[in-house]
């Protein structure tokens, strides 16, 4: 998942997990290693090329020329644009996906509505729904996630795991050997028919189990749209623009960037030793970059990867809450129990005694609480109350901020 993170600014740059630094250090250090070792070639190994000194100078010149030249290529990609956007793409695409990752509470609580009797019969219905949804999850998730994969490397070992019967496991592997793309559907149709079965018997409400079906639909689409987003991806014509721009930016940088010797001797340049405003470019594009390249599949083992394995382990344990422990307990005796906000709207009378009004009831603070300092929303139509302004005065002000603070208005 990705990595939660807070504090100020020193404490968030000298974090290392899922940081710029672990991204893009390695790059970093080859680029380096070539940038020191064109300026040493610069600086004594053109001295050993060839005896004669004109051809040493020569030489040198056309290096320099070419470095000129390098520097001035570099202003023509336009690297800013064509990062940002390939960069925003990947990052909607991958909230998109979390987004698509469908929560079970919803569909839960409604089938314990439709379902809600307590009888044995009753009880496993909801606990083989809740299993069924779980083992659709698990099979569509091995799909796309490596995590989910590594976790379950076979279909079998979903058996040990007790979301999967071993009868169940050979209705899987025929449908699978009949249709391939089958087997994440199998658990829902199997949970229609028990809904169907429910239906036949106990003739529950309509709404509500049309409610059911509609959530029944939604979790379907959202394993679909899960599969698409695995199967289509950023076009590689973009991805490769992408990569081009910015490895070929830094390469023309190589040489771009080397403080030449008639710059530093007539004042024009200093010569710095360690390129340090070039490192901070190099790590600002490179490293955004390689955010847009981990986000491209978010289902892997990076660490902006997301936590399958732990929404899966979160929905199973809420599920089986959601149909045991909650659907089976008692609710509060609320028409007996008066709470603090029952007895302030509605005070005790005595016979004779006329009933106050309603208090609205507010609620306490605490010692700390009370420190903070409390913005309430304001509305901004304001309309001034002076007989002397016209109506064309009135339009004049647009917003609060129009109006002085000397004359009166009123608040909408």
């Given at each position: ?13 000298l974090?290392?997990k ?7 250090w390695?790059e970093?250090l ?8 064109i ?6 190994g053109?001295?050993?090329i060839?005896?004669d ?9 056309m290096f320099?020329?070419?470095c ?7 202003r ?16 909607a ?8 990752l469908?929560?079970?509470e919803?569909?839960l609580?409604v ?7 307590h009888d ?6 909801r ?7 779980n ?19 076979t ?14 496991y050979?209705i899987?592997?025929?449908?699978h ?15 229609q ?13 309509a709404?509500?189990?049309?409610q059911?079906?509609?959530e029944?639909?939604?979790f ?8 698409s987003?695995d ?5 590689l ?8 721009a910015?490895y070929a930016f830094?390469?023309f ?8 010797i008639?710059?530093i001797?007539?004042?024009k340049e200093?010569d710095l ?23 491209m599949r978010?289902f892997?083992?990076d ?5 399958l394995n732990?929404?899966l382990?979160?929905?199973?344990r ?7 422990h909650?659907q089976e ?10 709470d ?6 509605h ?6 005694e006329?009933?106050?009004a ?13 420190q ?22 009135m ?15 009123l608040?909408?």
């Amino acid at each position: 998942m990705t990595i939660s993170y807070s504090g100020n600014v020193v404490r968030l740059l000298l974090r290392w997990k899922g940081s710029i630094w672990r991204t893009a250090w390695k790059e970093l250090l080859i680029y380096l290693i070539f940038f020191y070792s064109i300026r040493l070639f610069y600086l004594k190994g053109i001295d050993f090329i060839d005896d004669d000194d004109d051809d040493r100078d020569k030489i040198r010149k056309m290096f320099e020329s070419f470095c000129r030249q390098c520097d001035s290529y570099t202003r023509l990609i336009p690297l800013t644009f064509l990062l940002g956007f390939y960069v925003s793409n990947v990052v909607a695409r991958w909230w998109r996906q979390f987004e698509t990752l469908y929560w079970p509470e919803d569909i839960l609580s409604v089938l314990c509505t439709v379902l809600h009797q307590h009888d044995e019969k009753s009880k496993r219905r909801r606990h083989t729904i809740a299993r069924y949804l779980n083992l659709a999850n698990a099979l569509a998730w091995r799909d796309i996630s490596s995590k989910i994969r590594l976790r379950f490397p076979t279909v079998h070992s979903l058996i040990e795991g007790g979301l999967l019967t071993e009868k169940e496991y050979q209705i899987l592997e025929i449908m699978h050997s009949e249709n391939e793309s089958s087997r994440w559907m199998t658990p829902l149709h199997w949970v229609q028919q028990i809904i169907r079965q429910v239906e036949e018997e106990t003739k529950p409400t309509a709404s509500l189990l049309n409610q059911f079906i509609g959530e029944l639909r939604i979790f379907r689409q959202s394993l679909r749209k899960l599969y698409s987003y695995d199967w289509v991806c950023v076009p590689l014509v973009y991805t490769q623009v992408a990569a081009l721009a910015t490895y070929a930016f830094f390469f023309f940088t190589l040489f771009g960037r080397q403080p030449l010797i008639p710059d530093i001797e007539s004042g024009k340049e200093i010569d710095l030793r360690v390129p340090i405003f070039t490192i901070v470019q190099f790590l600002f594009f490179v490293g955004w970059f390689k955010v847009g390249q981990d986000l491209m599949r978010p289902f892997g083992l990076d660490d902006d990867d997301i936590e399958l394995n732990y929404i899966l382990d979160r929905n199973v344990r809420i599920s089986f809450a959601i149909v045991n422990h909650l659907q089976e307990s008692n609710i509060p005796d609320f028409e007996n129990d008066d709470d603090k906000l029952w007895q302030e709207m509605h005070p005790p009378t005595t016979d004779g005694e006329t009933a106050p009004a309603l208090k609205i009831p507010t609620l306490p603070h605490s010692k700390y609480s009370r420190q903070l300092s409390e913005h309430p929303p304001r509305l901004h139509a304001y309309v001034p109350i002076d007989d002397t302004l016209s109506i064309k005065d009135m339009e004049s002000h647009h917003g609060c901020m129009a109006l002085k603070k000397d004359k009166k208005h009123l608040n909408w």
